[in-house]
């Protein structure tokens, strides 16, 4: 079934019909898409399996620069079986596909992480698929997937996105915004005691190398890293080429998802990262914590993985 077809056939029919454009719309939006990814099951906004109910509350197509520019927005319900999502995202088919995550909201229910991390890589293998299909006909494209990590409070209602999305696979979306994390953190670890050296500072390259940070110091209980990005906001972007690598924050997101509910999630993870970084982290940490942190699983098996890497 065609990507138009599924959206259509899953619309919430009591919505305005303001919210929603017409098939025929919805199949012209569609139409630039490789016939290789204009698929329901290639589709990230579908139910997976007979678990995930979808609906659709809006799907509409906005023409925007004299219709030059055009641009899908729909904001669709997941009801799982002991969860419900409500997700919000706009497609833009310009030299290359753009898919802009407006917001995830839970409903009701209990952890979604799962879903997300699932969610992200069915949008990852989206816009490969696109790429790829574009490339198959001699139109190079180079599509990405970008977000607003918000943490903070939005309409009164607390968000900690800043850290869900450091944990599932994106980068940042630009140098600055790298740099600009870099400085907030310096600021924020300094208020807390903690003095980290600007060489050090370099280390942190990606959102997980922040999400991950941790040294003995703990703020209401949770590391320095987290503590950080669950009061801080940045961009991020994730690309559909890797030139056939698996980028580090893909493996750190891999590790820490697929590994939740073991109870040692976060070490699996670290130990994806690169050992220079690792080795900087095990630094502060000596300096900082006490004896009973110093025996922490975490760091046990750093320090195995430091005698192979020197």
Not at 56 to 72: E, I
Not at 294 to 309: A, P
Request: contains cysteine; glycine residues 8%.
């Amino acid at each position: 079934m065609e990507i138009s077809e599924y959206i259509y056939n899953h619309l919430n029919l009591c919505r305005n019909n303001r919210d929603v454009s017409g098939i025929d719309d919805l199949r012209d939006f569609f139409a630039d898409l490789p016939i290789s990814c204009n698929d329901e099951e290639k589709w990230p906004l579908s139910g997976k399996n007979d678990e995930e109910r979808v609906i659709y509350s809006s799907a509409r197509v906005d023409n925007v620069n004299l219709g030059f520019s055009r641009y899908l927005n729909c904001i669709v319900s997941f009801k799982l079986p002991d969860s419900e999502l409500t997700v919000a995202e706009t497609l833009e088919c310009d030299d290359g596909l753009q898919i802009e995550l407006k917001s995830i909201i839970k409903e009701s229910g209990m952890s979604c992480s799962h879903f997300l991390y699932n969610l992200v890589c069915r949008h990852r293998e989206f816009i490969r698929a696109y790429d790829a299909g574009k490339k198959a006909s001699g139109v190079f494209s180079r599509s990405f997937l970008k977000l607003n990590a918000h943490s903070g409070k939005v309409g009164g209602v607390a968000t900690c996105g800043g850290y869900v999305w450091a944990v599932q696979g994106f980068d940042f979306a630009s140098d600055c915004e790298r740099e600009q994390a870099r400085q907030a953190f310096k600021q924020y670890a300094a208020v807390q005691g903690v003095d980290i050296k600007d060489k050090d500072l370099k280390l942190f390259l990606k959102p997980c190398h922040f999400a991950a940070f941790q040294c003995g110091k703990k703020i209401d209980g949770k590391h320095l890293g987290k503590a950080f990005l669950l009061q801080y906001s940045w961009n991020g972007k994730m690309l559909a080429a890797t030139k056939g690598r698996d980028p580090e924050e893909y493996r750190y997101a891999r590790a820490y998802n697929e590994n939740r509910g073991s109870g040692n999630n976060l070490q699996l993870a670290a130990m994806t990262l690169n050992p220079k970084y690792l080795r900087m982290m095990k630094k502060y940490h000596d300096e900082f914590s006490d004896k009973m942190q110093k025996n922490d699983n975490i760091f046990r098996r750093f320090r195995l993985k430091f005698r192979i890497f020197g």
